[in-house]
């Protein structure tokens, strides 16, 4: 037995001539007798381990295939080195040409690089084979006829021909290949019967075994991986252990290093050592098979071994779905794993990359939030791992001057309060709670939703059962009986006002079942024979409905208000709060049904951006999103889908940019609502990143116990009940600068003080009263005086837009186009923010230079083009009731309703109000109080608190430059 490793051209020599007289000895294990009929010529393997060659993703397919033709001057080279050591056959690894990487990125223009490519391989590796009368093995991915995709390994003849060729039978979950269906046997006149596997296949020990039936006497196993899940070890022992379980000679080939000979006992002839080693062992593929036991030896042991066998006993084996898999549910897709692998081939790299840099450079804040967006949205990958490995080193406390540990790292927080400030503020709640109904001992649900802020009645009841069953060292009601007489008491009336006909006929009791079966799941075994029979008879009933209503548009083509006939924030509660029934009553229909929902939601119907458009995906409504990242969020709990996990990242990236430093979600982006307050939806959610759980303390931070309504209680259940602790890293509210440019023409900054967003989404008009219209194009917020300008949008309301026209009879107050350029860096460096809008008769770019700290500026520049019109722009100002408006010329008014319409001689060039003044373009006219559009009254606001000012400049038929000065005392 001879075997060698060849890595120079010199070295080829040498060993060939030393090798030249044993070409004649017989193989580890040949027989010294018996029926051989004389001695056999060994034949000498030789299997490549070349370096990595992998072709660049960015390529185009020109440079692509040029970048193929010079990989495969390599390849010859390795081929004719092969040759010189008198090798009678050589095996290349899987992917032999490096193309994977670039075929993952471009899906369409592989459609005719790929065939190309493989034909040159085998054009060429054949033609050099051929030269020394070798056989050759290679592998790539091919083209089938249909445009599949099949990982494929070829078996050259010696005259360089194809004598046939094996489609891999098990990809692994992400390679999104056409599986082949057969274990084919090739017959050789020297190399005896040859059989071909590929990677993954190793894995399961029946692809060799087949192979071994069907009389292979060797396997060639091209490869970029080991033969079972573990490390190197345990690799290597399972590639000796399928060579001697099938008694087969196995040649591994594997790019860069792994790529060895194994006789059919067990034993590794020959193993490489560096890149663009040739590994090679003289074998006689016939012999080498000597084993047995004690009492029966054999000279080729597969005589015993293939006919011991008890096939009858295998049927098992044969079975799709055997029995292990309902204990072992999936938790990745098929076509997730492989939109995973594809950008982990591609761009991940350079992902980690820019997140080690960032540790490296002490950005430790920055460093964690990277690694763990990583970890989301690599999933399962080699990125996952190592960037798991990089957190569990940023997260060590370091040692203060003394030797003590600290806090930890710079830029990371810790000591957050929660989710003690959740327990607090549901023991103040529940408190509240069980006041009034000892008050009211008699009152029915709909007495008891009266009252303000008592809508959502059944929300009460998961503060309850959260408090009694939540075991956490901040919880200090964990257990308490009269806790659990509340939720009893709370659930025993639900179900008598179901049982009469009360409960489902009030709006969006969809939240409040969710509430009620949450509440079930956690206390199922306190709750006593009688009210655990009640509840569950009306959580069944109830949810069973429900699936109904998400059954009837699960296969919608978009789960839109267009599409679905309701908001898809109500749509993505309904199908979790039926996954979770599913879960909790043993309804795997239920389950599926909104395990298939909820993933669509996560994988097709969020935005890149990170939300989910309830009209279109043309922008966001702020508020409302957080409902759907909440039903997601639920999903995932209960699911362990990675995909919603990834979702999640995403909303978490839009909502922390799209937030003011008070806490309230940007209006000028929102379709949907002009005003809203601090969101205690979802933070559970969130609390997967560190700089989640910071946005998470952040929000709750805003929360007091006295303001609370129930359903925000109930929610604030739900986040402490799920909520995920771990280390904080800062989010955008709590930097110095900060930017965030959507896909769509919108973008958020933030620089010192100061908040500005800049808007030019382009209304998708619509009759629905519910989703406005967007007119609003720019916002001020003061992280001292809070919101001064404010960009929300109306409903057919040009007086609060930022411009309009009337053109003829016609009014318009919606751009027509819009671009949106932000300036570099997140300081902005020298540049504006720019904002351009189109319209009928002109267009306009608003410009907002970077603010300095107490002063801030807005340059309008319009272009009329041509045409009669009536032109204008406004401003809507968002004044304080109660407070006093001043203006440059003296002049001084009460907000307390009064009427306010003020010309130049009025406001002489100024107001000022709440800390911050303005100054004005001379023809500008304010007017207040200004009342907007309310969806929910299909009408004009009433409420005070709710009015804008709208501040009105006419334009001119020329061309002019309007300014607007901004100052904070």
């Known amino acids: 037995m001879t075997t060698r490793t060849l890595r120079g051209l010199g070295a080829c020599w040498l060993l060939a001539a030393l090798a030249a007289p044993q070409r004649s000895s017989f193989a580890e294990g040949a027989p ?24 660049d993703h960015k390529l185009e397919p ?20 092969a040759g010189e050591a008198r090798c009678d056959a050589v095996a290349f690894p899987e992917d032999t040409l490096g193309l994977l990487k670039w075929l993952e990125a471009n899906p369409e223009p592989l459609k005719e690089l790929l065939p190309r490519a493989v034909r040159r391989m085998l054009e060429r590796l054949g033609a050099a084979a051929a030269r020394h009368r070798m056989y050759l093995v290679c592998c790539n991915d091919t083209l089938d006829p249909d445009g599949a995709l099949r ?91 399928r060579a001697v379980e099938n008694f087969v000679y196995l040649v591994v080939s594997q790019r860069g290093g792994g790529s060895m ?73 098929p076509e997730e794993a492989a939109r995973i692998a594809g950008k982990a081939l591609t761009v991940g790299e350079e992902d980690f990359r820019q997140a080690d840099a960032l540790r490296g450079t002490g950005k430790t804040g920055e460093a964690i939030a990277a690694f763990e967006r990583l970890r989301a949205e690599y999933r399962g990958t080699w990125i996952d791992r190592v960037a798991r490995d990089r957190l569990e080193a940023l997260r060590q406390p370091l040692p203060d001057a003394s030797g003590a540990k600290g806090d930890g790292p ?67 009601q964990r257990g308490d009986a009269g806790l659990l007489a509340l939720a009893r008491r709370i659930g025993d009336l639900l179900a008598g006002e179901h049982a009469r006909g009360r409960y489902a006929s009030r709006l969006d009791h969809h939240r409040d079942t969710y509430m009620w079966l949450e509440a079930y799941r956690l206390l199922e075994r306190e709750l006593g024979d009688a009210s655990r029979a009640r509840w569950r008879e009306a959580l069944l009933d109830l949810l069973g409905r429900l699936a109904a209503d998400v059954e009837a548009k699960r296969d919608f083509p978009r789960y839109q208000s267009p599409f679905i006939s309701t908001s898809p924030n109500h749509y993505a509660l309904w199908a979790s709060t039926v996954h979770l029934g599913g879960r909790v009553f043993g309804k795997e229909e239920w389950e599926h049904l909104g395990s298939h929902v909820l993933r669509r939601f996560a994988t097709r119907e969020q935005t890149r951006d990170g939300y989910w458009g309830e009209w279109s995906d043309e922008g966001p409504t702020t508020g409302y999103d957080y409902l759907t990242a909440t039903g997601v969020a639920l999903y995932h709990e209960h699911s362990g889908d990675p995909a919603a996990l990834e979702a999640l990242r995403r909303s978490l990236d839009f909502h922390l940019a ?32 560190p700089d989640g759980r910071r946005y998470a303390g952040f929000l709750t931070g805003f929360l007091a116990a006295k303001d609370l309504d129930l359903e925000s209680l109930g929610r604030l259940a739900q986040d402490a009940l799920y909520f995920h602790e771990g280390p904080e890293a800062p989010i955008p509210q709590d930097e110095e600068r900060f930017v965030r440019r959507l896909s769509v023409p919108a973008g958020v900054r933030k620089i010192g003080p100061w908040v500005v967003c800049l808007s030019g989404l382009i209304d998708a008009r619509n009759a629905s009263r519910w989703y406005l219209d967007r007119q609003g194009s720019a ?51 020298d540049r504006a923010d720019r904002l351009a809008l189109a319209y009928n008769s002109f267009f306009a770019v608003l410009e907002v ?61 100024s107001v000022r109000h709440g800390g911050w003044s303005l100054r004005l373009p001379p023809a500008a006219r304010l007017s207040w109080p200004v009342y907007p559009f309310n969806p929910y009254a299909d009408g004009p606001e009433t409420r005070l608190e709710h009015a804008v000012a709208a501040l009105a400049v006419p334009l001119s038929d020329k061309a002019e430059e309007i300014s607007f000065v901004l100052e904070a005392d």
């Open 151 to 241: 990982n494929t390994a070829f078996l050259l003849g010696r005259d360089g021909k194809e004598i046939g060729r094996y489609h891999k039978v098990q990809p692994v979950i992400h390679e999104a290949r056409k599986r082949g269906d057969r274990f084919p046997v090739f017959q050789t006149p020297d190399l005896g019967a040859v059989g071909l596997l590929i990677c993954y296949d190793m894995v399961f020990p029946e692809a060799p075994r087949c192979l071994a039936l069907a009389g292979a006497d060797v396997i060639f196993h091209p490869t970029l991986g080991g033969a079972a899940i573990g490390d190197d070890d345990i690799s290597l022992a399972a590639f000796r252990t």
């Open 261 to 333: 000979v194994i006789s059919p006992r067990g034993k590794v002839l020959a193993q490489g050592r560096e890149p663009d080693d040739i590994v090679t062992a003289d074998i006689d593929p016939r012999g080498g098979r000597e084993g047995g036991d004690a009492f029966d030896h054999q000279e080729d042991m597969r005589a015993r071994l293939f006919r011991e066998r008890s096939p009858a006993a295998y049927g098992i084996l044969g079975d799709p779905a055997p029995p292990v898999l309902a204990k072992v549910p999936a938790t990745t897709a």
């Open 779 to 829: 916002s001020v917020f003061h992280e001292k005086l809070g919101l001064i300008l404010t960009g929300a949008n109306s409903k057919r309301q040009p007086e609060l837009a930022t411009f309009s026209e009337k053109v003829g009879e016609q009014v318009y107050h919606t751009p027509a186009s819009s671009r949106l350029e932000v300036g570099d860096g997140a300081d902005g460096g």
């Open 658 to 689: 799209f937030t003011y430093p008070d806490g309230t979600p940007v209006e000028t982006v929102n379709d949907r609502n002009r005003h809203w307050g601090v969101s205690p939806w979802g933070h559970f959610g969130f609390s997967h990143f």
């Open 410 to 476: 710079t830029g990371e927080r810790h000591g957050s309060r929660l989710p003690e400030l959740y327990f607090q503020l549901l023991e103040a709640g529940a408190a509240r709670v069980e006041e009034r109904l000892a008050a009211e001992p008699g009152a029915d649900l709909e007495a008891l939703e009266a009252r303000q802020g008592w809508r959502h009645f059944p929300s009460a009841l998961l503060a309850a059962a959260v408090l009694h069953s939540k075991d956490h060292r901040s919880n200090s």
């Open 849 to 909: 230079p970077p603010p300095q700290a107490k002063r801030l500026e807005l340059r309008f520049a319009v272009t009329p083009k041509g045409g009669a019109a009536e032109r204008r722009l406004t401003l809507q100002l968002v004044l304080r009731p109660g407070g006093t408006l001043e203006t440059g010329a003296g002049r001084k008014a009460a907000l307390d309703g009064t009427r306010i319409d003020w010309g130049p001689e009025e406001h002489g060039g």
């Open 32 to 55: 010294a007798g018996g029926d051989r009929g004389g001695e056999r010529p060994l034949v000498r393997i030789g299997t490549v381990q070349p370096r990595n060659r992998t072709i």
């Open 62 to 81: 020109a440079e692509a295939l040029a970048q193929v033709e010079r990989s495969l001057d390599a390849l010859e080279r390795l081929v004719e080195r």
